[in-house]
């Protein structure tokens, strides 16, 4: 672990992300799950480079192998992205990563899983989320679905 270095992510590790997202992804490995989408390498880079994007990297060798990426809600982030390479699991870098997301001019950060994935949930326990189930319910719709006229 001691040759893991956490960065601030950059187009460097798109290519990285996009497999990281693909194979090591609970959705990703066991999907695809509606509503699921594979980011490709180039939508990696944007996203680096939105300005409303903090996203941070794990880098070991050379390579990509976790990232956290959360969108500046200007008040509040949403956590929307916690991802860590299967062989680099259950040594900390999960909750290194959440930690090391930029929080300046936040009051709160949320987090959405899946309730079938069984580690993300024990993780954002950990990093001190508070469960708001039935609080809510989680929508979703590809662009393809809207309504032609509404
Ligand atoms: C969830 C995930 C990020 C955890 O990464 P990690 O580096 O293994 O996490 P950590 O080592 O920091 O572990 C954090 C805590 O969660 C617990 N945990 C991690 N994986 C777990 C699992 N599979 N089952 C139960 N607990 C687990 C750890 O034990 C630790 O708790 P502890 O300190 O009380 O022991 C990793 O499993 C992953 O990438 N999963 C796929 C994520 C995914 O699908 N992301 C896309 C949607 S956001």
Known sequence: MDDVKILKGDGRHAVDL???YRDHTFAGANGPLPGWVAYSPEQFAQMAAAPQVRMVVAEAGGRAVGIAQAFD???WGYVDLVVVHKE???HGLGLKL???IPTDGWVAAELCYLNAHPGLGVMARRAGFKICDG???WCHRMLTDAPSSP
Do not use: N, S
């Open 73 to 75: 809600m200007v008040t």
């Open 88 to 90: 680099w699991r259950q």
């Open 18 to 20: 996009a497999e990281l």
């Open 135 to 137: 609080q809510w319910t």
């Open 98 to 100: 959440l930690a090391a």
